[in-house]
Structure formats: C-alpha cells, structure tokens
C-alpha cells in the first residue's frame, strides 16, 4: 500500500508543477481566449455537476469501454493468429500495413455511412483506431515466443487450448498489454473526434457547445476534464498491468540482482 501512494504522488508530481506554471502564467490574463486558470477552475464544479456528468462523461467512457474491449479482443485473436502461422502473416501483412496507414478519424465520414450517428458508429470508430496497436504488438508477441519453449511444449504433448494459453498468450502478454497501453490513448482522442462530428451529448460535443458559444472557461473545464480522466484511465491500466505481468516484473527484477 505504501509503494502504491508513493507510486501516486510521484506520478501527479509533474501534473502539480504543470498546473502552478499555468496558473503564474495566466495570472491576470485579459484575453478572452485565455482566462486565468483560478476562472477555470472555479466554473468547473459549476459546469460538470452530478447532472452533466451523468448525460456527457458518462456515455463518453461507455463508449469508450465498449470500442477498447472490441479493439482488444480483434485485436488479440487475429493477432495471435497472424503471429502463429508465418503464411498467414505474409498474406495479411500487406492488407494491414495499408490500413494502418490510415487515419482513423479519416474514416468518420465513411463509418458514419454504414453505421449512422448513434453510439454505434463511435465505438466502430474507436476501435478501427485502437485495434492496430493491439493487433501488430500481439503478432511480435507471439512471433518473439522461445523456440525451445514450443518445441519443449510439443515434446510434453502440450498442444490445443493448454499451449495457447500457458505458453503462448503468457509469454506474448508483456508485448500484448504495452498494445493495450498505446490503445487507451489512442481510444481517448477517438471518442473526443467521434463525438464532434455527430452527437448529442458527450465529452467532445460539450467542449465544442461551448466553443462554439464562446463560453470559453467552460470549454477549458471539458478540456481539464479529459486530461484528468487520462491520468485516472493511466492509473487504473498501471495497477491492473502490475496485477496481471506480476510475474515479469518480478522476473526482470530478479535478473538485475547482482
């Protein structure tokens, strides 16, 4: 408990210092597109009450959750297949390098054709972005598996389902979650994109509502109120990867012993 609160506090160190630099260098500021931060953070607990967080953060993080996990588990299985079997790799690779090349919010109108204005086609959205980091870590994953580590499982007639899952996903997982870890970011700025070309609510409707009001303290406190939800998003994926990589943690640890 003591590490976690040290880990904390040394994270939201440069956070503080970054907010008190703000804070002297908008100090007094006129300009109307630039309000000193006190005026921001005083209109935040006016603007994100119970109420709008209800009908704007919340429906921005289910949507969020929902294209994630959809990304994870495209991502992960057809990963896990192209890493496995070098025809299909060489197959696939130059389909998926072409579309990776691609900028997901470039395809938002596309999306928008076939999937509409809903929820729908900002998960779709999410997920075409946030699958590509999962998809090529799982493949190196599964491609850098120890060859004598498979050739040992073959020889003990590990095979199916048990060599999947013991051998395979486990020594793929340090690579499939640093994926995981590039994903989350990339489905944040999605789920803002999504939600400014087409909504009724969310995050990223509400910031351009009020830009577009000219309620510029309020559009700032939207714009806080994402920075925030990443750091929390960045803690949460931390304690879980310690949780679930505890063992390669704890074996790198132990191979920098003298």
């Known amino acids: 408990m003591?590490?976690?609160?040290?880990?904390?506090?040394?994270?939201?160190?440069?956070?503080?210092?970054?907010?008190?630099?703000?804070?002297?260098?908008?100090?007094?500021s006129t300009d109307p597109f630039w309000p000193p931060l006190r005026t921001i953070?005083?209109?935040?607990?006016?603007v994100w009450t119970g109420e709008r967080l209800r009908t704007d953060l919340l429906p921005s993080v289910l949507r969020l959750a929902c294209g994630y996990t959809l990304a994870g588990v495209v991502g992960v299985g057809l990963g896990t297949v192209i890493g496995s079997h070098r025809g299909v790799r060489a197959f696939c690779e130059p389909v998926l390098e072409f579309l990776r090349a691609v900028?997901?919010?470039?395809?938002?109108?596309?999306?928008?054709?076939?999937?509409?204005?809903?929820?729908?086609m900002k998960t779709v959205v999410i997920a075409s972005g946030c699958v590509w980091p999962i998809l090529l870590n799982t493949v190196e994953g599964v491609r850098a598996v120890d060859p004598v580590m498979l050739e040992t499982a073959r020889s003990y007639?590990?095979?199916?389902?048990?060599?999947l899952r013991h051998l395979v996903l486990r020594a793929a997982s340090p690579q499939i979650v640093a994926g995981l870890r590039q994903a989350l970011s990339v489905g944040i700025i999605l789920m803002v994109i999504s939600e400014m070309f087409a909504a009724n609510n969310g995050?990223?409707?509400?910031?351009?509502?009020?830009?577009?009001?000219?309620?510029?303290?309020?559009?700032?406190?939207?714009?806080?109120?994402?920075?925030?939800?990443?750091?929390?998003?960045?803690?949460a994926f931390q304690f879980a990867e310690r949780r679930v990589l505890g063992w390669y943690h704890g074996l790198r640890a132990s191979t920098r012993r003298p």
């Open 203 to 235: 995050i990223g409707f509400t910031v351009v509502q009020f830009q577009r009001s000219f309620a510029v303290p309020g559009m700032w406190t939207g714009i806080l109120l994402l920075g925030l939800l990443g750091f929390l998003l960045s803690l």
């Open 157 to 163: 007639h590990v095979r199916g389902v048990g060599r």
């Open 41 to 46: 953070l005083r209109t935040f607990p006016s």
């Open 103 to 120: 900028p997901p919010p470039v395809l938002v109108p596309v999306i928008m054709l076939f999937a509409g204005i809903g929820d729908t």
């Open 2 to 28: 003591r590490t976690l609160t040290r880990q904390v506090l040394f994270a939201a160190g440069l956070p503080v210092v970054l907010l008190g630099l703000w804070w002297v260098a908008s100090d007094g």
